[in-house]
């Protein structure tokens, strides 16, 4: 029996929480502080410069092709930081805020001198309040959901996916994010994904990758999503700190011992340490900390 409300949602960021360790998906997917009845969060400089550099792109897709490049990105870049500007997008100092916000410029000059596939013509996946997302398994009650950056409608009426990439690190090869996003493409429209490719703004490479074929990209999605939903119902049963655990070990607040680097940060917000700082409420009534590195 499907049920949106029911159903378990699973994404790649969260499926890549689960795998980096169970932990990490508990607190940072499942857990609500007591307290203020919502999830947390950690921000970090290198997600706000993702999210400020995307925002300016993907905005694109609302103005014709041939208007695109007529905005002023910069200009559009400045309205966009001023949302994660200081502590609420993880900054520390002026002087980290200011390397990463020149990042985002040079990224953005790239893009203007060269805007590759942006003045072409895209297509838009559905979506209303939520991201794209459809039935991953409707006998399992499992939700996929993601939201593709940028999506290429080619001249022989095929698609090309393109992810926007603001960091420096290459996307690994078992990264489930291709296999996602063609799931998704295939389950919400009805043309032929025929290219995939990672584009890195900073370098302004862009990598074309081989399309995983659709039943296995289903097979690896489901293999991981199956084990997220088992997860799941078992910790109703046994409970969260039973099933969600971390291969290292439990953390030990006092001794701080266990825990990995992953899950850490977020023990580190339950323990109250004193390298955790409230910064806000962000989207989807989110606690936002900063966990700070301690000397």
Same mark, same amino acid.
């Given at each position: 029996?499907?049920?949106?409300?029911?159903?378990?949602?699973?994404?790649?960021?969260?499926? @890549?929480?689960?795998?980096?360790?169970?932990? $990490?998906?508990?607190?940072?997917?499942?857990?609500? !502080?007591? %307290? &203020? /009845?919502? +999830?947390?969060?950690?921000?970090?400089?290198?997600?706000?410069?993702?999210?400020?550099?995307?925002?300016?792109?993907?905005?694109?897709?609302?103005?014709?092709?041939?208007?695109?490049?007529?905005?002023?990105?910069?200009?559009?870049?400045?309205?966009?930081?001023?949302?994660?500007?200081?502590?609420?997008?993880?900054?520390?100092?002026?002087?980290?805020?200011?390397?990463?916000?020149?990042?985002?410029?040079?990224?953005?000059?790239?893009?203007?001198?060269?805007?590759?596939?942006?003045?072409?013509?895209?297509?838009?996946?559905?979506?209303?309040?939520?991201?794209?997302?459809?039935?991953?398994?409707?006998?399992?009650?499992?939700?996929?959901? @993601?939201?593709?950056?940028?999506?290429?409608? $080619?001249?022989?009426?095929?698609?090309?996916?393109? !992810?926007? %990439? &603001? /960091?420096? +690190?290459?996307?690994?090869?078992?990264?489930?994010?291709?296999?996602?996003?063609?799931?998704?493409?295939?389950?919400?429209?009805?043309?032929?994904?025929?290219?995939?490719?990672?584009?890195?703004?900073?370098?302004?490479?862009?990598?074309?990758?081989?399309?995983?074929?659709?039943?296995?990209?289903?097979?690896?999605?489901?293999?991981?999503?199956?084990?997220?939903?088992?997860?799941?119902?078992?910790?109703?049963?046994?409970?969260?700190?039973?099933?969600?655990?971390?291969?290292?070990?439990?953390?030990?607040?006092?001794?701080?011992?266990?825990?990995?680097?992953?899950?850490?940060?977020?023990?580190?917000?339950?323990?109250?340490?004193?390298?955790?700082?409230?910064?806000?409420?962000?989207?989807?009534?989110?606690?936002?900390?900063?966990?700070?590195?301690?000397?």
């Amino acid at each position: 029996m499907t049920d949106k409300y029911t159903a378990v949602w699973v994404s790649h960021s969260s499926m @890549g929480d689960f795998l980096k360790c169970p932990r $990490l998906y508990y607190l940072h997917n499942m857990y609500k !502080d007591k %307290k &203020t /009845g919502h +999830k947390i969060t950690i921000v970090n400089p290198h997600m706000s410069l993702g999210v400020a550099v995307h925002e300016v792109l993907e905005a694109l897709a609302d103005y014709p092709a041939n208007e695109r490049m007529k905005r002023d990105l910069l200009l559009d870049f400045e309205e966009a930081w001023k949302k994660v500007s200081g502590k609420k997008g993880g900054f520390t100092s002026d002087e980290e805020e200011h390397e990463f916000k020149q990042r985002g410029i040079v990224m953005l000059e790239n893009v203007r001198q060269d805007p590759k596939f942006l003045v072409n013509k895209r297509i838009k996946l559905p979506r209303e309040t939520m991201n794209p997302n459809f039935f991953l398994s409707e006998d399992h009650n499992i939700i996929l959901n @993601g939201l593709v950056d940028w999506i290429e409608y $080619l001249p022989d009426d095929t698609l090309h996916i393109i !992810d926007f %990439k &603001t /960091g420096k +690190k290459e996307e690994q090869e078992t990264s489930l994010q291709l296999p996602i996003y063609l799931l998704l493409c295939n389950a919400l429209q009805k043309r032929k994904v025929s290219r995939a490719s990672y584009w890195y703004l900073e370098s302004g490479n862009v990598v074309e990758k081989e399309l995983p074929d659709a039943d296995t990209a289903y097979r690896d999605v489901m293999e991981v999503a199956m084990k997220v939903k088992e997860a799941r119902r078992i910790a109703k049963r046994e409970g969260e700190d039973k099933v969600f655990v971390c291969p290292r070990g439990a953390y030990d607040s006092n001794t701080k011992e266990g825990g990995c680097f992953n899950c850490i940060p977020y023990e580190k917000i339950l323990a109250g340490d004193e390298s955790v700082e409230f910064v806000g409420i962000g989207g989807f009534n989110q606690d936002m900390y900063i966990v700070k590195k301690m000397l």
